[in-house]
């Protein structure tokens, strides 16, 4: 009986450390693009940086949960109409599907799809040249998002795009929608 226990025991160590050593650590930063749906407002720039874990499923499949802090603006096209200005700056945690095709020796390509959660921590509302305080429930979102990465060894170049599902008084009453291109490198 010891030498079964023994045994299950030795081949769970070996698989999950096999598994392990299979997943990767990583680090990815950019730039982003990002408006609200809300009518009158325009692209604005703005920036991320994060880490993110690469979860091997098979040879094809992987999870790769992260937590980036973003900023974005939020702006009005046309100030006669609708002077309107709210910045953030977010913590996001999207969890995505990723199916890797191998496009070479060298390089692979990565289809990424999945939900994320996002929690405004603060931000400034220009227009009166303060910091902006909401209610503890809107400051969270969620929505979907979905990209692809070109990788090469441990480097990888992505570009992805954020929807939110919910309106947000940060997106004066609309959906937010960023697009970001970036650069990261797996451990």
Not at 151 to 174: A, I, R
Request: with cysteine; aromatic share 18%.
């Amino acid at each position: 009986m010891k030498a079964k226990l023994l045994f299950l025991m030795s081949l769970f160590m070996i698989v999950v450390f096999s598994a392990a050593a299979q997943n990767r650590w990583g680090v990815v930063g950019g730039v982003n693009l990002s408006t609200t749906s809300a009518k009158g407002f325009k692209w604005r720039a703005g920036g991320y940086v994060g880490g993110l874990y690469d979860i091997r499923l098979s040879e094809s499949w992987y999870i790769q949960p992260q937590l980036i802090l973003t900023y974005e603006e939020n702006d009005s096209k046309d100030k006669t109409k609708v002077d309107a200005f709210f910045s953030q700056y977010a913590l996001t945690l999207p969890v995505l599907a990723s199916f890797k095709v191998k496009l070479s020796d060298a390089f692979s390509m990565r289809i990424n799809a999945g939900p994320y959660v996002q929690y405004a921590m603060f931000g400034c509302q220009q227009k009166y040249g303060e910091w902006w305080h909401l209610d503890f429930g809107n400051h969270f979102t969620y929505g979907l998002k979905g990209g692809v990465s070109v990788e090469h060894k441990h480097w990888f170049v992505s570009m992805d795009c954020k929807y939110s599902l919910k309106t947000n008084f940060v997106n004066y009453g609309g959906h937010g929608l960023t697009l970001s291109v970036g650069i990261g490198y797996k451990f």
